[in-house]
């Protein structure tokens, strides 16, 4: 008898495909214990990407260690809206520094716990790209340098989007932001610019790092708990749109997280020491157009006489990470 | 207060000797001060270090304006740096040479001190022969303790291996005593060799 | 027990004494012997219960500092000049946090021009972030101290730096009585945090906070430095009970009792100061000098009561508050609000410059006849000055000011003065 493979998506991303998994598999958000340690009341943006990315990546990362996290936080989005003086919408023991030193602090909580005898509480260092690939990328590399026993997590919503929408390292090629306003002969960011931290990370040959994205939770919840149980230096890099500072409606966050998925701009993908270990392969290739369109930042792309030279770059890049990264199905 | 200058290029263990001669002081039970006058390490570079010596504390920090001693351990300084600036003519002088002070070219500039407070000393050879490395600071070192008088051999001799353990002290605590040896035997006598 | 050994090994042997558990370094002359001292320590088992990190930066150091303080470890860093001032950010966050963190600077002169020779221009450009800031005059105060600043940070929740000259006393050989184990465990407690990353009782630390509360926060932090002002002598006292010497305290008075002209000075400086002033009274002055040990909190009072019966005050001071003057005589003219008397500045030591005897003496001689200025440069060359006046006035591009006058004063070998 023959038989045809049938490939089975998106089970435990929808509500009706978590009841078909073992509980074991189910996601963290959908216990009725989890610990919702950054919790409601917080002042983000409706359509949050960060927020949503950040609880989930929190309360997986409590769930695998036992509720033993602490976390320390860059200055940005994240760390304003959770700490609206004077509340706290963390339910988890988490500290502030500054801009650009969440990973050498996190690496300093991680030593005192360690001297203390306490090496079962986890450390997780957060930050949005503008505080992890610009003015945090040297403590960073410190960090990843010394292997200490930290997980660094970047919010990527590719810009500095606390501050007004300026460019980061992390803005795409073309993006408008308030710093590369598009005007002139070329608008929005300039191309051939920009850091991709995730190949920096595995430069490093650090025991841990994962793409993810707020397209698909579930996939970020097993990541983080995965590396939850590695020691050493870890990083995890989360696409996070941003309503704000993409132009893009606030319902539509998840919708054009999973557009740049599956565009190819941004690859998922998990690596060890340097090496790709998985990738998550693009079963339904979507042009770029289709991810760019629906957000205000790329609206000069657009209109009357869209600028077929500029979009046929942006596909070169995603056809690149495509080609690059294997991800074709 | 006893003030000691000692002068010589970067790598010689000019730093050291000073901190060994501060070492010896202490171990007789007196007060010792040594400290250096440069900063960033450069080999073959002019550098000096001081060495102040007293019976109660010392507590000033200022350069060593007016040395009591003077130990050169690298002759070619002679007439590139005032060597000789603020060194009274009681003050004793120890050079690092095989050679005597005329052939130097400082025998006329030599004439007002003691004879019996000069001598120069092969130092770098004595190193050579006895610790195997042409660094002359121990050697010179003994040679200060034999013509000041300022210190006990014994003392200098702890303070060496309390710097250099094991064989490396032994040896350089031998070249020392060469030295030393050489040192007194030559007083008196303004040409004095190895 | 009685030790001859370099400054920065002094330094580090009290503080490995003190039962340090978070050490983060980053090297710059001349803190390097401080920290290579304690890493050698932690790596051959002599100092144990103890992370010694090596970051990238000192603004890494600080941070990571700020860290493990804050999740109870008792942390400790060193560094100088342009590393403070590359932390600066850090410093005054831990210091705005209320971290217990005691950090060494190896006083150095900051750049441009670079020069790695001491002044107090690194400490002075940090001295309003919030920092207790001690100076030590000797190298044994310097170990002493730095006993003292631990017990005092954790006291107060504040952090604290202890300040000890480059080279002059990190890189000096100086008789230095290292205390016991058992002595400094008597005078030093175990941290106990006043606020912890504890995920038994989780809090947040470091949020934003605005016009509404910012005021309170900030004055919470200069009342923490009010309270350090009676804690200082009642700790350096409590020193004295258990380690039998006279270390830290606030101010110290040398032979100002029926003095005419009080010098002012901090740091190394005051030992060259006090054999001038023997000098200077055996030839008939009436002259002292107060050495101040806590520059912040600024013992206004203490300073007050041992300058307001002199006829004139010298404030000798290694920094220079460029575009005002001096930085020590505006805490010492605040002391003396109101009361009349003749206040001098001079400028001292700056890059390294040496503070001879004979120029001191110089000094207090001009100081006695009235015939200083209201701010002074103590062994200036003016000549050198001049000639680069000059150039500029000769020349639209006169070239960079510091290579004109290392070539005009023909830097070659080593200079006796």
Not at chain 1, 139 to 152: I, K, T, W
Not at chain 2, 78 to 83: A, E, G, K, S, T
Not at chain 3, 135 to 139: G, K, M, P, V
């Given at each position: 008898?023959?038989?045809?493979?049938?490939?089975f998506y998106?089970?435990?991303?929808f509500?009706?495909g978590?009841?078909?998994?073992?509980?074991?598999?189910?996601t963290v958000?959908?216990?009725?214990r989890?610990?919702?340690?950054l919790n409601?009341?917080?002042?983000?943006?409706?359509g949050?990407?960060?927020?949503?990315?950040?609880r989930?990546?929190?309360?997986?990362?409590?769930?695998?260690?036992?509720?033993?996290?602490?976390?320390?936080n860059?200055?940005?989005c994240?760390?304003?809206f959770?700490?609206?003086?004077?509340?706290?919408?963390?339910?988890i023991?988490?500290?502030?520094?500054?801009?650009?030193?969440?990973?050498?602090?996190?690496?300093?909580?991680?030593?005192?716990?360690?001297?203390?005898?306490r090496?079962s509480v986890?450390?997780?260092?957060?930050?949005?790209?503008?505080?992890t690939?610009d003015?945090?990328?040297g403590?960073?590399?410190?960090?990843?340098?010394?292997?200490?026993?930290?997980?660094?997590i970047c919010?990527d919503n590719?810009?500095?989007?606390?501050?007004?929408?300026?460019r980061?390292?992390?803005?795409?090629?073309?993006a408008?932001?308030?710093?590369t306003?598009?005007?002139g002969p070329?608008?929005?960011?300039?191309?051939?610019?920009?850091?991709n931290?995730p190949?920096?990370?595995?430069?490093?040959?650090?025991?841990?790092?994962?793409?993810?994205?707020v397209?698909?939770?579930?996939d970020?919840?097993?990541?983080?708990?995965?590396?939850m149980?590695i020691?050493?230096?870890?990083?995890i890099?989360?696409?996070?749109?941003?309503?704000?500072?993409w132009?893009?409606?606030?319902?539509?966050?998840?919708?054009?997280?999973?557009?740049?998925?599956?565009s190819?701009?941004?690859?998922?993908?998990?690596?060890?020491?340097?090496?790709?270990?998985?990738?998550?392969?693009?079963?339904?290739?979507?042009?770029?157009e289709?991810?760019l369109?629906?957000?205000?930042?790329?609206?000069?792309?657009?209109g009357?006489?869209?600028?077929?030279?500029?979009?046929?770059?942006?596909?070169?890049?995603?056809?690149?990470?495509?080609?690059?990264?294997?991800?074709?199905? | 207060?006893?003030?000691?200058?000692?002068?010589?290029?970067?790598?010689?263990?000019?730093?050291?000797?000073?901190e060994?001669?501060?070492i010896?002081?202490?171990?007789?039970?007196?007060?010792?001060?040594?400290?250096?006058?440069?900063?960033?390490?450069?080999?073959?570079?002019?550098?000096?270090?001081f060495?102040?010596i007293?019976a109660?504390?010392?507590r000033?920090?200022?350069?060593?304006?007016?040395?009591?001693?003077?130990?050169?351990q690298?002759?070619?300084l002679?007439?590139?740096?005032?060597?000789f600036?603020?060194?009274?003519?009681?003050?004793?002088?120890?050079?690092?040479?095989?050679?005597?002070?005329?052939?130097?070219?400082?025998?006329?500039?030599?004439?007002?001190?003691?004879a019996d407070h000069?001598?120069?000393?092969?130092?770098?050879?004595?190193a050579?022969?006895?610790?195997g490395?042409?660094l002359?600071?121990?050697?010179?070192?003994?040679?200060?303790?034999?013509?000041?008088?300022?210190?006990?051999?014994?003392?200098?001799?702890?303070a060496i291996?309390?710097k250099?353990?094991?064989?490396?002290?032994?040896?350089?605590?031998?070249?020392?005593?060469?030295?030393?040896?050489?040192?007194?035997?030559?007083i008196?006598s303004?040409?004095?060799?190895? | 027990m009685l030790?001859?050994?370099e400054?920065s090994?002094?330094?580090?042997?009290?503080?490995?004494?003190?039962r340090?558990?978070?050490?983060c370094?980053?090297?710059i002359?001349p803190?390097?012997?401080i920290?290579?001292?304690?890493?050698?320590m932690?790596?051959?088992?002599?100092?144990?219960n103890?992370?010694?990190?090596?970051?990238?930066?000192?603004?890494?150091?600080?941070?990571?500092?700020i860290?493990?303080?804050?999740?109870?470890?008792?942390?400790?860093?060193?560094?100088a000049?342009?590393?403070?001032?590359?932390m600066?950010e850090?410093?005054?966050?831990?210091a705005?946090?209320?971290?217990?963190?005691?950090m060494?600077?190896?006083?150095?002169?900051?750049?441009?021009?670079?020069?790695i020779?001491?002044?107090?221009?690194?400490?002075?450009?940090?001295r309003?972030?919030g920092w207790?800031?001690l100076?030590?005059?000797?190298?044994q105060?310097a170990a002493?101290?730095?006993?003292q600043?631990?017990?005092?940070?954790?006291?107060l929740?504040?952090?604290v730096?202890?300040?000890v000259d480059?080279?002059?006393l990190?890189?000096?050989?100086?008789?230095?009585?290292?205390p016991?184990?058992a002595?400094?465990?008597?005078y030093?407690?175990?941290?106990?945090?006043?606020?912890?990353?504890?995920?038994?009782?989780?809090?947040?630390?470091g949020?934003?906070?605005?016009p509404?509360?910012?005021?309170?926060?900030?004055?919470l932090?200069?009342?923490?430095?009010?309270?350090a002002?009676?804690?200082i002598?009642?700790?350096?006292?409590?020193?004295k009970?258990?380690?039998?010497?006279?270390?830290?305290?606030?101010?110290?008075?040398?032979r100002?009792?029926?003095?005419?002209?009080?010098?002012v000075?901090?740091?190394?400086?005051?030992?060259?100061?006090k054999?001038?002033?023997?000098?200077?009274?055996?030839?008939?002055?009436?002259?002292g000098?107060v050495?101040?040990?806590s520059?912040?909190?600024?013992?206004?009072?203490?300073?007050r009561?041992?300058?307001?019966?002199?006829?004139?005050?010298?404030?000798?001071e290694?920094?220079?508050?460029?575009?005002?003057?001096?930085?020590?005589?505006?805490?010492?003219?605040k002391?003396?609000?109101?009361?009349?008397?003749?206040g001098?500045t001079?400028?001292?030591?700056?890059?390294?410059?040496?503070?001879?005897?004979?120029s001191?003496?110089?000094?207090?001689?001009?100081?006695?006849?009235?015939?200083?200025?209201?701010?002074?440069?103590?062994?200036?060359?003016?000549?050198?000055?001049?000639?680069?006046?000059?150039?500029?006035?000769?020349?639209?591009?006169?070239?960079?000011?510091?290579?004109?006058?290392?070539?005009d004063?023909?830097?070659t070998?080593?200079?006796?003065?």
């Open positions: 008898m023959a038989f045809q493979p049938v490939k998106q089970t435990g991303t509500t009706v978590n009841r078909l998994l073992a509980d074991s598999e189910r958000q959908a216990n009725m989890r610990t919702n340690s409601s009341g917080h002042r983000a943006c409706q949050c990407g960060e927020a949503l990315g950040a989930y990546a929190i309360d997986a990362a409590m769930q695998a260690t036992g509720n033993q996290v602490m976390a320390v860059a200055t940005g994240l760390e304003v959770s700490t609206p003086y004077p509340e706290t919408s963390w339910q023991p988490w500290m502030h520094s500054l801009f650009g030193n969440a990973a050498a602090v996190a690496s300093g909580v991680a030593a005192a716990l360690r001297v203390k005898g090496s986890k450390v997780i260092a957060q930050g949005g790209d503008g505080g690939t003015i945090g990328f403590c960073l590399s410190g960090m990843f340098e010394r292997n200490d026993d930290v997980l660094y919010y590719e810009a500095y989007m606390n501050t007004g929408v300026q980061s390292s992390a803005t795409p090629p073309a408008r932001t308030a710093t306003m598009a005007v070329h608008p929005g960011n300039v191309f051939g610019t920009g850091k931290l190949l920096i990370a595995m430069a490093h040959h650090i025991p841990y790092v994962a793409t993810a994205s397209a698909n939770l579930h970020l919840e097993v990541k983080v708990m995965r590396a149980g020691e050493g230096a870890r990083y890099h989360i696409h996070v749109p941003c309503p704000l500072g132009g893009s409606a606030p319902a539509d966050t998840i919708k054009i997280a999973r557009l740049a998925v599956e190819g701009l941004f690859p998922l993908f998990e690596a060890e020491r340097g090496e790709i270990t998985d990738r998550h392969k693009l079963r339904r290739r979507v042009p770029v289709e991810y369109k629906p957000q205000r930042r790329f609206a000069h792309l657009f009357a006489r869209p600028d077929v030279n500029t979009i046929a770059s942006i596909q070169a890049i995603a056809d690149r990470n495509v080609r690059t990264l294997g991800l074709a199905d | 207060m006893f003030q000691v200058r000692i002068h010589g290029r970067g790598g010689q263990g000019v730093v050291t000797a000073a060994m001669l501060s010896a002081a202490f171990d007789e039970g007196r007060y010792a001060q040594a400290f250096p006058s440069f900063g960033s390490e450069r080999m073959g570079a002019p550098v000096m270090a060495c102040r007293d109660k504390e010392i000033t920090r200022e350069p060593v304006m007016q040395p009591d001693a003077l130990i050169i690298d002759p070619t002679l007439h590139q740096v005032d060597l600036s603020g060194l009274p003519s009681s003050g004793y002088i120890i050079i690092n040479s095989s050679r005597s002070f005329d052939e130097l070219g400082i025998g006329e500039l030599l004439g007002k001190f003691a000069l001598c120069a000393v092969a130092a770098s050879e004595l050579m022969k006895f610790v490395r042409p002359p600071n121990a050697a010179l070192l003994g040679g200060f303790a034999a013509i000041s008088g300022q210190l006990r051999f014994d003392s200098v001799a702890k291996s309390q250099f353990p094991g064989k490396v002290g032994a040896a350089n605590v031998a070249a020392a005593r060469a030295a030393y040896e050489l040192a007194l035997s030559s008196g303004p040409v004095a060799h190895a | 030790k001859q050994m400054g090994l002094a330094v580090a042997q009290a503080v490995a004494l003190c340090p558990e978070v050490i370094a980053y090297p002359t803190q390097t012997h920290v290579e001292g304690l890493g050698e932690v790596k051959d088992g002599e100092l144990t103890c992370e010694f990190i090596n970051v990238e930066s000192e603004f890494a150091a600080l941070s990571v500092a860290g493990a303080s804050a999740a109870g470890a008792r942390s400790y860093t060193a560094t000049s342009q590393g403070i001032l590359f600066a850090a410093v005054y966050n831990a705005g946090l209320g971290l217990p963190i005691v060494t600077i190896g006083n150095r002169a900051i750049g441009a021009p670079i020069n020779w001491n002044d107090h221009s690194d400490s002075m450009a940090l309003d972030a207790i800031q100076f030590a005059e000797t190298n105060e002493d101290l730095h006993i600043a631990f017990r005092l940070a954790e006291e929740s504040c952090p730096m202890v300040c480059g080279f002059i990190t890189h000096a050989y100086d008789r230095v009585d290292i016991d184990q002595q400094v465990d008597a030093l407690p175990p941290f106990e945090p006043v606020q912890v990353l504890d995920c038994k009782d989780p809090v947040s630390i949020a934003m906070v605005g509404e509360a910012f005021f309170e926060v900030r004055y932090q200069h009342h923490k430095q009010d309270r002002l009676d804690r002598p009642q700790l350096a006292a409590e020193f009970a258990q380690f039998g010497r006279d270390s830290g305290g606030l101010i110290r008075s040398y100002c009792d029926d003095a005419e002209t009080i010098v000075a901090l740091g190394s400086l005051v030992g060259t100061v054999d001038a002033v023997d000098e200077a009274r055996a030839a008939g002055s009436q002259i000098v050495s101040i040990c520059f912040r909190p600024f013992p206004l009072k203490q300073v009561a041992a300058l307001q019966s002199a006829k004139r005050v010298v404030v000798l290694k920094c220079l508050a460029v575009g005002i003057g001096g930085i020590v005589s505006d805490g010492v003219r002391s003396l609000s109101g009361i009349q008397l003749k001098y001079v400028i001292a030591g700056l890059g390294g410059r040496p503070i001879t005897k004979r001191l003496l110089d000094l207090f001689a001009s100081a006695a006849r009235d015939e200083l200025q209201e701010l002074n440069f103590l062994d200036l060359n003016w000549d050198v000055v001049h000639r680069e006046l000059e150039r500029g006035r000769q020349q639209r591009r006169a070239g960079p000011t510091a290579e004109n006058i290392l070539r004063v023909g830097v070998g080593a200079r006796v003065a």
